[in-house]
């Protein structure tokens, strides 16, 4: 008579939460396998690409390159090389800057993308005005703009927001737009039965049922924002990873440039990787449809 | 920039819930018109006002106009235009004929996505203008304006083909399933057609994109001609008008081409939703 009780009162506890935690830990364990082998596959094509396009020694740095260039390499006055320690510093510093320019633009661009949405929703006339527009400029070569841009608003912080901006506004506002259009129509004519201000409706049934397109902008501007930083430093300040693409040129230091490459990519990679996992945490709990296909 | 898709993708689902266009008063055209005019208008007299001091960016619509009509007449548009569009054209086939070759991979064998998918992640978070200066030094001739324009379309095509491989109809594939057909029957005979959609979503984005790719490889330095060669030209100049002509004319092609790739879509398939945006 004992046995039941202890079974109902431990095992039924336990035994879910074990499987649950090794079905985790297996989930954890394939996927960092395959990361390992994304890394290992980037690495041989990496290599390879060098090798089969015969690129100078000079210009072409492999893996083991950059490794050196970042880790292990003296300081040599004589072959005009820093110490690894010295490339880390700068490399970190501008990073550093490139980080705060993406993160400036990736604000402004959304948060100004959710704002002009939602006044599109509440004000059909100014929608059926500019929205057309909106989506000709998405299509904006912004290479083209930013020295006009650095031209009308100067070298400092203010340009880089306003590339920054321009970079993630576009996608942001035609995603949002898109997503705060498809609420079901039943919902809207509920509300507006109830006699539901326009502002409330957009609060409470509008916005929520955009949350997919307002998590697919914030992890899609991510690179976005990373290419309007790089792109404001190139061409307006003069500062940061952006700045670094142009001086190579003149000091022909491809383990710098290389290694700025490899940098940027990864911190893209990890900042999209986090947006992501939030996106699927949230939308799995509010709108689990919509994470279907997503590969 | 490039990537809505994935979005278009994400709404799939509810797309078929919700989102039927809803009448609208204004048709887009008109509406769109008359915000062209509007912002135009309020250009010309910013220009005239605010910005009106020697060096700064802004020149009035009219002198842009001007200056775009006789730069037009005098042939320099030509060539230039012809050239960013070859580079672009070849960056789009290539990267996009990859990205749906390897999305049907991607669906057919789930193994080589898990193996795969985060190298292409990784190839839409490599910093484009970054690895210009090396594509530069790398390839030759038109390679590396290609190359850059076909990077920057493969990942949202990629994204857009899988989610229309994806979104097939679960009965007919349980169907085909049933009777003893093979995945290969299912993606030939339902899923292809599933993509239709979606898969064009992305390739209208990528259209701008591709040019966007073409000129930033033309703006890193290694060509001689091309719009983006016209644009450093012209600031180098001091020609102000010129270079926002140029601007508006890469704008303006990006936008047509957008409309016209759309338009094929809604041609190939009628059956998808429109996407009630105006």
């Known amino acids: ?295 | 920039m490039s990537t809505e898709v994935e979005a278009l993708g994400l709404d799939a689902p509810s797309r078929k819930v919700g989102a039927q266009a809803r009448p609208d008063g204004v048709p887009p055209w008109l509406g769109g018109t008359i915000g062209a005019i509007l912002l135009a208008l309020v250009w010309e007299v910013l220009a005239l006002t605010v910005f009106h001091k020697v060096g700064s960016g802004v020149p009035t619509p009219t002198s842009v106009v001007t200056q775009f009509w006789s730069d037009l007449r005098s042939g320099l548009y030509g060539p230039n235009f012809i050239q960013t569009m070859k580079e672009a054209a070849t960056g789009f086939v290539d990267g996009n004929v990859l990205a749906i070759v390897l999305g049907i991979a991607f669906v057919q064998l789930p193994l080589i996505e898990k193996a795969l998918l985060r190298i292409a992640v990784a190839s839409y978070c490599l910093p484009i203008i970054a690895i210009g200066p090396i594509l530069t030094f790398v390839l030759h001739g038109d390679a590396p304006q290609s190359a850059l324009a076909g990077l920057v379309v493969f990942f949202p095509t990629l994204v857009g083909v899988c989610v229309g491989l994806r979104s097939a109809d679960r009965n007919s594939l349980d169907l085909i399933r049933a009777y003893g057909g093979s995945s290969w029957i299912q993606l030939t005979r339902v899923r292809l057609r599933a993509a239709l959609p979606s898969t064009f979503a992305g390739l209208q984005i990528a259209a701008p994109s591709a040019i966007l790719g073409a000129i930033i490889g033309e703006y890193l330095g290694a060509a001689n001609t091309g719009l983006g060669v016209m644009m450093i030209d012209a600031e180098g100049a001091l020609d102000i008008a010129r270079t926002w002509g140029i601007a508006l004319v890469c704008t303006a092609v990006a936008g047509i081409l957008y409309g016209l790739i759309g338009l094929i879509g809604r041609l190939v398939a009628p059956w998808a939703p429109r996407k009630g945006m105006t």
Request: net charge positive.
């Open chain 1, 1 to 295: 008579m004992e046995l039941p009780t202890l079974l109902q009162e431990e095992d039924v506890e336990v035994l879910p939460r074990r499987a649950i935690r090794s079905a985790l830990l297996k989930r954890i364990a394939s996927s960092l396998g395959f990361t390992l082998l994304s890394v290992v596959v980037v690495l041989v094509l990496w290599e390879g690409f060098i090798v089969l396009y015969h690129i100078q020694p000079m210009i072409a740095k492999n893996p083991l390159d950059v490794w050196r260039y970042m880790f292990t390499q003296h300081a040599n006055v004589a072959a005009d090389l820093r110490s690894a320690a010295g490339n880390r510093q700068i490399l970190f510093h501008n990073l550093k800057t490139t980080l705060r320019d993406a993160s400036i633009g990736y604000v402004a661009g959304i948060v100004l993308g959710l704002a002009v949405s939602c006044i599109f929703i509440l004000q059909r006339m100014v929608r059926q005005t500019f929205m057309p527009i909106a989506i000709v400029l998405r299509s904006m070569p912004l290479v083209a703009l930013a020295p006009l841009l650095t031209l009308i608003f100067g070298r400092g912080l203010l340009c880089v927001a306003v590339i920054g901006g321009i970079v993630c506004f576009f996608p942001a506002l035609i995603n949002i737009m898109y997503g705060l259009r498809s609420t079901p129509q039943a919902m809207l004519d509920l509300m507006s039965s109830y006699g539901v201000s326009k502002l409330k409706t957009l609060r409470t049934v509008i916005l929520p049922s955009a949350l997919p397109s307002i998590f697919a902008s914030l992890r899609i501007n991510v690179p976005a924002s990373m290419i309007g930083a790089l792109l404001a430093e190139w061409l307006a300040t003069g500062q940061g990873s952006g700045q670094e693409m142009l001086t190579v040129e003149n000091t022909f230091d491809f383990g710098e440039l290389w290694s700025a490459v490899v940098l940027v990519t990864l911190v893209t990679i990890i900042a999209y990787s986090i947006v992501s996992a939030i996106e699927v945490a949230v939308l799995s709990r509010y709108a689990p449809d919509a994470l279907g296909g997503r590969p």
